[in-house]
């Protein structure tokens, strides 16, 4: 008997992304077109690319959502339908929109499924249940809800609720930082967000420092920004409140983290769905396997309760983990794999092949040779790297190595 | 006299006595301005109790003004739960209003019947006519006025105004809202998170921004930065005058981390009550006054453009911006006078000798190339490959991995 537990959503910031979290255990993803989307600088998908991440994602049984959650300008809102009609041919299997013009043109102008944004900051059942007058069929919470009062709003709005699960946590309410707007030039919510809100600031209680004793007084601070989520441990919560989709944060993020998260969150839901249960000593290799992506200190957020100062993150740069995404498995033979190299190695250190389910493999590189056979004592980024197969690796699999001390 | 159409926020009692003193001593000349009362539990910068702000509302409505209850703030759902509670015990008929930003809080008043005008808070986002209608029609009999956003630009408010049966009302004078959270940010810095006060005003600067001091303010409903400079549009004396063309606009002055003092109100008020001959005496007289009256400098925002999305371009590299249309693939091995090697990605798409390709570097270099020979990773010659091989050709010159690799068409 398998037991319910909530979809598994994954970001996907370009085509070879959305296949490493599909491949990985993601049920669905979610990804953006060229236009109408929060992440300006990714890759995003071209309507050929939007096609084939459909085929890819629906072959394997996962479902694509795309993101229309800009704050649309008149001259941008009137150019969405025709790419409205391109989603309903590609079978999409909803778009996710926070501008109620946007959801309204959605409505008007196809019959895609309306996901409300977290942008749209919908923190409420009251809010919730007007949404759903409108149309909308699922909300995606803002962060600041505790799967509590998540519970509340999805008994009393009736609609699917998605929450935020694990990823960057922006610390203002979503989509009611406009920092970038005035101090860039850049609309955050056109997907221009400068992130200044990772910035350190100096604070002071007067505006101008002229004394000595208003200098020492000074406060230097990162006091904006907020540490990432992890909920991993939240799971069973997440369950019992009948949450219909866990959402990743990070389209603009690496392959290890759409790979090793979609992998660490779907194996903990497998593991529940056999067992009705976390009681897993894989807990704490899940949450091992989660510090080695890039991040910042992990959080629970207000998963539990209103977050409070130990939510803020005290430093400018992630806190990388020792481990390193060196490579990915571009392809495997009869008795061969290529690695494509991400970042360099050595001959002598040890390698961790992530497959797609169960656990890791470690292995020493013995030799490090091109396709033509040419030997290297060290391998460098942009090479594919030809050696000897190992049992269980597939094309896309993750491969780490430990940053030398 | 032509007046300005205003409506002056106030955030403490004191605010709204200094008020009326400067309405009586102007004894009543032209249109008497709108009030908004903001207080603790409701408003996100309020810092009147909800008794003050009552008799406060009495003052107002015995001087015939016309005054509206703000209600702004974003609710969690117990917070929601716990503030509609205290809100069925106000005696709303005091207000001739009321204004709320969280769509909770205004599907709350409409499933409570409320019977006061509503004024609808759209100013994060909703730059669309098409939004800001549907908005309406969600409550058309109560929703009286929409409150825009900041980031409109006159010309847009303009078309706005003329497509919507309601009053907008647009900021006019005062701090401009950077930054919404929840989260105490400030006290923790100072050691007393759990002593989160009233109201306490910090000044922020990042060495990563050119812009200084920005105000932040912290109080029970969380952090709120302004931007460093106050909005002031009231000196564009053709686009305002173009606005007030109709009676449907209102001009919002809300100093709420400095309130104007007598004096400077009176002068306030005389000054939008003026007729000036041009737009340049228009901006000297306001520039003094502004100079002699505010510490702030101060912006016209995005009254005048927003461009705010003609930097995008530049955030992308050349090899993202093509759409792509006959995508195959990406080179992933580049081996200088040996070989390219090339990952196929598309689906459904089958590559074979002969077939032209066209190159893209991320620099944004192209290059053509017809596929005489191409080979797998054992050596093996194929005469066509597919999604998820990688196939390696004859070396081309000027291309790194990353480059994209489309069929030539």
């Known amino acids: 008997m398998t037991h319910w537990v909530p979809e598994l959503l994954a970001p996907a910031g370009s085509l070879e992304k959305l296949k490493v979290a599909v491949s990985y255990g993601a049920d669905a993803v979610y990804l953006g077109g060229q236009k109408f989307g929060l992440r ?143 101090t860039q030039g850049r609309d955050s919510n056109r997907g221009g967000c400068a992130h200044s809100c990772r910035f350190e600031y100096s604070l002071s209680g007067t505006k101008t420092i002229q004394t000595d004793e208003e200098k020492k007084a000074q406060k230097f601070a990162h006091f904006m920004s907020s540490k990432d989520l992890q909920g991993v441990r939240q799971l069973q919560e997440f369950i019992d409140a009948g949450i219909d989709s866990l959402k990743v944060e990070g389209r603009m993020k690496s392959h290890n983290y759409a790979g090793t998260i979609s992998k660490v969150y779907s194996e903990a839901l497998s593991f529940y769905k056999s067992n009705r249960s976390f009681l897993s000593e894989d807990l704490y290799r899940w949450e091992e396997e989660l510090k080695k992506v890039s991040h910042r200190d992990y959080h629970s957020g207000n998963l539990e309760g209103a977050a409070d100062a130990q939510s803020i993150f005290s430093d400018r740069q ?53 396709i033509s056979g040419e030997l290297f004592e060290r391998s460098r980024p942009g090479m594919l790297m030809k050696m000897p197969l190992l049992p269980g690796v597939r094309p896309l699999n993750i491969v780490r190595t430990w940053e030398r001390p | 006299m032509t007046s300005t159409p205003l409506i002056f926020c106030f955030d403490q009692v004191c605010d709204v006595e200094n008020f009326l003193f400067v309405l009586n001593k102007e004894r009543g000349q032209g249109r008497k301005p709108q009030v908004i009362l903001k207080t603790k539990g409701f408003s996100r910068n309020g810092r009147m109790e ?48 009321i204004r709320v930003q969280d769509p909770g809080a205004l599907h709350f008043l409409k499933e409570e019947g409320f019977k006061g005008q509503v004024h609808y808070i759209t100013d994060q986002g ?3 006519l098409l939004g800001l209608q549907r908005w309406l029609a969600f409550w058309p009999q109560a929703i009286t006025r929409l409150v825009l956003s900041p980031e409109i630009p006159s010309s847009s408010i303009k078309q706005i105004q003329a497509s919507l049966g309601v009053e907008i009302e647009v900021l006019a004078a005062g701090p401009i809202l950077l930054f919404y959270t929840p989260r105490h940010l400030v006290t923790p810095l100072y050691g007393n998170e759990e002593e989160a006060s009233d109201h306490s005003l910090v000044w922020g600067t990042s060495e990563e921004s050119p812009h200084k001091g920005f105000p932040i303010v912290e109080n029970q409903h969380g952090t709120f930065m302004f931007n460093t400079k106050e909005l002031f549009i009231l000196d564009e004396k053709k686009a305002v ?27 306030f008020l005389k000054l939008t009550r003026t007729t000036f001959t041009d737009q340049a005496t228009s901006k000297a007289v306001w520039k003094d006054f502004l100079k002699g009256n505010r510490s702030m400098a101060t912006t016209k925002g995005f009254f005048r453009t927003n461009k705010t999305d003609v930097l995008f371009k530049k955030l992308k590299s050349d090899r ?67 999604e998820g091989q990688i196939i390696f050709i004859e070396h081309v010159g000027g291309i790194s991995v990353k480059t994209t690799v489309c069929r030539n068409v």
Not at chain 1, 45 to 74: E, I, K, M, W
Not at chain 1, 335 to 344: C, D, M, P, S, T
Not at chain 2, 54 to 74: G, P, T, Y
Request: some cysteine; charged content about 25%.
């Open chain 2, 126 to 128: 909703n730059h669309n």
């Open chain 1, 40 to 182: 300006s600088a990714a890759d995003n998908f071209s309507p050929t690319a939007l096609g084939q991440a459909v085929d890819f994602a629906h072959r394997h049984n996962s479902l694509v959502y795309v993101v229309l959650n800009s704050f649309l300008h008149d001259g941008e809102l009137s150019q969405l339908p025709s790419f409205l009609k391109l989603l309903e041919t590609l079978n999409v299997d909803a778009v996710i929109v926070s501008d109620l013009g946007v959801v309204q043109t959605v409505l008007d102008h196809s019959n895609l499924v309306v996901h409300l944004s977290t942008q749209a900051s919908c923190i409420n059942s009251s809010s919730a249940r007007l949404w759903g007058e409108i149309g909308v069929k699922r909300v995606v919470l803002g962060r600041e809800v505790t799967i509590a009062d998540a519970k509340r709003i999805k008994k009393v709005s009736g609609l699917e609720i998605e929450m935020f699960v694990h990823g960057s946590m922006c610390m203002a309410y979503s989509g009611n930082c406009v920092i970038s707007n005035y």
């Open chain 2, 320 to 386: 993202l911006k093509g759409e792509q249309e006959h995508y195959l693939g990406e080179v992933v091995d580049v081996k200088k006078k040996k070989h390219i090697g090339i990952r196929l990605s598309a689906i459904d798409e089958i590559l074979r000798t002969g077939d032209e390709i066209e190159l893209t570097s991320p620099e944004g270099n192209k290059r053509q190339c017809l596929i005489s020979s191409m080979r797998n990773a054992e050596g093996q010659n194929l005469e066509e490959a597919r």
């Open chain 1, 318 to 370: 992630h806190g990388d983990s020792s481990a390193q995404a060196c490579a990915i498995v571009a392809e495997v033979g009869e008795g061969y794999q290529l690695l494509e190299v991400k970042k360099a190695f050595n001959l002598g250190d040890t390698l961790e092949f992530v497959p797609f389910s169960g656990r890791n493999l470690e292995v020493r590189v013995e030799k490090i040779s091109d």
């Open chain 2, 50 to 97: 909800l008794q003050e702000c009552l008799a406060s509302a009495k003052l107002l409505r015995a001087q015939e003004i016309e005054c509206f209850f703000q209600w702004d703030i974003l609710m969690v759902e117990s917070i929601f739960l716990a503030t509609c509670e205290v809100f069925k015990k106000i005696d709303m008929d005091l207000f001739t209003g």
């Open chain 2, 241 to 267: 005058e173009e606005l007030c063309e109709t009676s449907k606009i209102f001009f919002r002055v809300d100093y709420a981390l400095e309130p104007l003092k007598r004096e400077s109100l009176f002068e």
